[in-house]
């Protein structure tokens, strides 16, 4: 973001869609928003690299909402037809896309209308808002194929805007024949946008398919917020155990503020972690590419909304095995989700995370800098906590060459928990660890998968009808209650460690993020671990070396 850049208010917009960006808090544009909107404004064709949380999807949505409601405001009366398609890589990432741009025309619903034709159950109800013809349709390049060949759509008259976002995912998600496919049904002139994290070979593909003369934005960003945003730190573990034991220990003892999503780096060790919690009355959601969409984004909405403070996810299936081309034949194998448009890290908008939690090394580095992405995004501070195995070091020493800085400076800072503080909890975590075992969590992925895809189908209609209803759906329950035992929600006193007694009240509800935290500036960024508060005390991170 830069400070003598061109405000949102010199950018000539519609003051409809500058309302709803003072609505939303924005008070200035990010870099790419500053750089992207004036020539798309211009009618140039973009190819920008934008790394996600760097604000890119309004970067692409307000030039294309301005573009339309001029053209509705000054040009002759024409047909209603569908003008502007957003093409994305997953279900989530159409319904965040949809969502953003439905908040910018808070003020011009009636002229813009948003339809998101991404989820593959909804075919029939799509065919209805498809008839309607909106300005703008969100959704994977698959379901939009699928209307274009089935006649529900019909883009080769009307279409002015294209955008792919997240377009070197595209690709790797083995779109690839249906973006080619997709190109032919659309006119031979239109404005194009293509955002991307990187610039790869598929993304030069796609460039030479989609793009016009463009312009090209590689801003001068790096891959994460520098220090002063996002704070990194490691933590060696000498075992698997302590690994249990010091998560157990920063939940339990409220050393973690604010919301944090932990990563692991399969789905069943998501359900070992969100079990071995579960004992200790600490709620947690999986995120788990086999449940339902609808269960899915409820989860990331109501986190958005501060009713959970901890999510587990993993990136494995996206991430870790790129499957390129090879979409079709990818069946649920392992611990890869079924659904292959499931992508949970990549891109989705999880607001106001305080922490990352690497609890299993990230496999690649790029898997570090997706993860990290989640939390310190725009304007927001930012933590990311890696644990790291004593054999792993030499893993991370690669992920860290990737990340460090032309001086060479040491990213990851070393986190010197005092372990042997935390050692009266160790009972408690061996007999938990022991009472999560293999047949408990196939029997409790399995019971979630059926709850929620009962809840998914047979009570939509219920929760469309009844919206706050929604609200009390919760997705955190314990998923084995008949083994939690109650009184492990409770740390007697004399667990709690000496240096923390009286600073801490591990039983006092964790507060929601206030708007404060919103509203923190860059420079002046909140601890999220409440430790680093106590600069007293033992568990804090290790100064600086450099
Ligand atoms: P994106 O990179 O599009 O996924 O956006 C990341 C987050 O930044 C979203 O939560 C947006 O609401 C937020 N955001 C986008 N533009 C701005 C802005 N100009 N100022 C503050 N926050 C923004």
Redesign the pocket.
């Known amino acids: 973001m830069s400070d003598e850049g061109l405000g949102f208010e010199h950018m000539g917009l519609d003051p409809r869609l500058l309302q709803a960006?003072t609505d939303?808090?924005?008070?200035?544009?990010?870099l790419i928003?500053e750089k992207a909107i004036p020539l798309a404004l211009e009618g140039k064709d973009l190819l920008a690299r934008?790394r996600?949380?760097?604000?890119?999807?309004?970067?692409y949505a307000i030039p294309m909402l301005q573009l339309l409601l001029h053209r509705k405001a000054t040009g002759p009366v024409v047909e209603q037809a569908v003008r502007g398609l957003v093409l994305v890589p997953t279900k989530e990432l159409a319904k965040?896309a949809q969502s953003?741009i439905q908040q910018l025309v808070a003020y011009c619903s009636r002229d813009i209308r948003v339809a998101d034709v991404s989820a593959a159950e909804d075919a029939a109800a799509q065919r209805t808002v498809l008839v309607e013809k909106p300005d703008i349709v969100v959704g994977t390049p698959s379901r939009i194929l699928s209307h274009l060949q089935q006649d529900n759509l019909k883009l080769r008259d009307s279409l002015e805007l294209l955008v792919v976002d997240e377009a070197d995912l595209l690709f790797s998600f083995g779109f690839e024949e249906e973006l080619k496919n997709l190109l032919c049904h659309l006119p031979r002139i239109y404005q194009a946008f293509l955002m991307s994290a990187t610039f790869n070979e598929d993304v030069q593909a796609l460039k030479e398919l989609v793009l016009h003369n463009p312009v090209i934005l590689k801003l001068q960003e790096s891959q994460l917020p520098g220090p002063d945003q996002l704070q990194q730190f490691q933590v060696v573990c000498e075992t698997e155990e302590d690994k249990f034991l010091l998560l157990y220990a920063l939940l339990k003892l409220s050393l973690i503020q604010g919301k944090s999503l932990l990563f692991v780096n399969t789905l069943e060790r998501s359900y070992r972690l969100r079990l071995f919690l579960e004992q200790f009355s600490i709620p947690a959601c999986v995120l788990n590419g086999e449940l339902p969409l609808r269960s899915r984004c409820h989860i990331i909405a109501q986190f958005n909304q501060g009713l959970y403070d901890c999510v587990i996810a993993t990136d494995a299936e996206v991430l870790g095995n790129p499957f390129k081309g090879k979409r079709r034949g990818r069946g649920a194998k392992g611990d890869r989700a079924s659904d292959p448009e499931a992508g949970v890290a990549r891109?989705i908008?999880f607001?106001q995370v305080s922490l990352v939690l690497n609890f299993d090394l990230p496999p690649t580095p790029e898997a570090y800098i997706h993860r990290a992405g989640r939390t310190a995004?725009?304007?927001n501070p930012g933590i990311v906590l890696t644990f790291v195995l004593p054999t792993e070091q030499a893993h991370l020493g690669k992920i860290e060459e990737q990340l460090s800085g032309e001086n060479g400076a040491p990213v990851l800072l070393p986190y010197q928990f005092q372990m042997e503080e935390i050692e009266g909890f160790r009972y408690r975590c061996r007999d938990a660890m022991r009472s999560v075992t293999k047949q408990g969590i196939r029997e409790a992925r399995l019971k979630e998968v059926k709850e929620e895809l009962l809840r998914s189908e047979k009570l939509k209609t219920y929760f469309e009808d009844n919206p706050r209803d929604l609200q009390l759906l919760r997705h955190d329950l314990p998923l084995h209650p008949a083994i939690v035992k109650p009184q492990l929600g409770h740390v007697p006193d004399y667990l709690v460690p000496p240096t923390l007694r009286g600073v801490i009240h591990p039983h006092k509800k964790r507060k929601k993020p206030s708007s404060s935290h919103r509203k923190v500036k860059k420079g002046k960024t909140q601890n999220p671990l409440r430790s680093f508060k106590h600069q007293g005390q033992k568990l804090r991170p290790a100064k600086n070396p450099s």
């Open positions: 960006v939303l808090g924005w008070s200035r544009p990010t928003q934008a996600t949380g760097s604000g890119k999807t309004a970067a965040q953003m891109g908008d607001h995004r725009a304007n």
